[in-house]
């Protein structure tokens, strides 16, 4: 069946960056793209981006272009979701998914990032 | 890129109907047909309900059901359960520089 396993929560301080790794289970990892999705406390669900696994190539929101980097392991089925130049608005729960004909079909049980000094 | 619209929550009775509105401009939809529903438990991730407007996934009941009409997708949920209790998130694929949007969430209680 297909899994998908994100790495455990993180605290950061400003300024500091992130990478949150999502492990791929129970398919063809370099057959579907996998997105990365957050959700702020109380609040509603952000697309950030995607990574294709076969050929590694990546599609980021408008909003985190030049602070987020989407990478992948093809060795080990994972893909890495790093963001930098944290602060306190970034604090959110972080969620891969994989896309699958223009729909999220799977999803991590997400990863909560907490910046805070 | 902003956010589909919602309103922020509706509620029905065991056994009613509600359907859930997700409106946007144009450009949000991108003339695709490509929008989804997602359903959240309180701690839980996302779960797709609906893909492609009315196509819905092995294992969603049947009591689900979507539709488009120019720049408003709208969810319905017919004989509502108290399981069916959850946020609703719309989302589109625009074909843009951001490829996809959310919209703002909708709480469906059962009352």
């Known amino acids: 069946q297909v899994q998908l396993v994100q790495s455990g929560a993180e605290v950061k301080k400003p300024g500091a960056s992130v990478k949150v790794s999502c492990k791929a289970s129970g398919y063809t990892f370099t057959g579907y793209n996998l997105h990365w999705v957050r959700q702020a406390p109380g609040q509603g669900l952000e697309w950030m981006g995607r990574i294709n696994p076969n050929s590694g190539a990546t599609d980021y929101a408008q909003k985190f272009q030049g602070r987020v980097t989407m990478t992948r392991d093809t060795s080990i089925s994972t893909v890495y979701m790093e963001l930098s130049s944290l602060t306190a608005d970034d604090t959110a729960v972080y969620y891969c998914?994989?896309?699958?004909?223009?729909?999220?079909?799977?999803w991590g049980q997400g990863t909560l990032v907490t910046v805070s000094s | 890129q902003s956010a589909l619209t919602q309103p922020a929550s509706v509620s029905g009775s065991p056994g009613q109907s509600i359907t859930i509105s997700c409106t946007g401009a144009?450009?949000?939809?991108?003339?695709?047909?490509?929008v989804s529903w997602y359903q959240q438990h309180p701690g839980k991730a996302p779960k797709l309900m609906i893909s492609?407007?009315?196509n819905r996934p092995s294992g969603v009941s049947n009591r689900f059901s979507g539709s488009k009409s120019g720049n408003t997708a709208s969810l319905t949920i017919s004989g509502l359960q108290a399981e069916d209790e959850a946020y609703y998130y719309c989302s589109s694929y625009t074909g843009s520089t951001s490829l996809y949007v959310f919209g703002t969430g909708t709480k469906v209680t059962v009352l």
């Open positions: 492609a407007v009315s």
């Open positions: 144009s450009s949000d939809f991108g003339g695709y047909n490509y």
């Open positions: 998914a994989r896309g699958h004909d223009f729909r999220l079909d799977y």
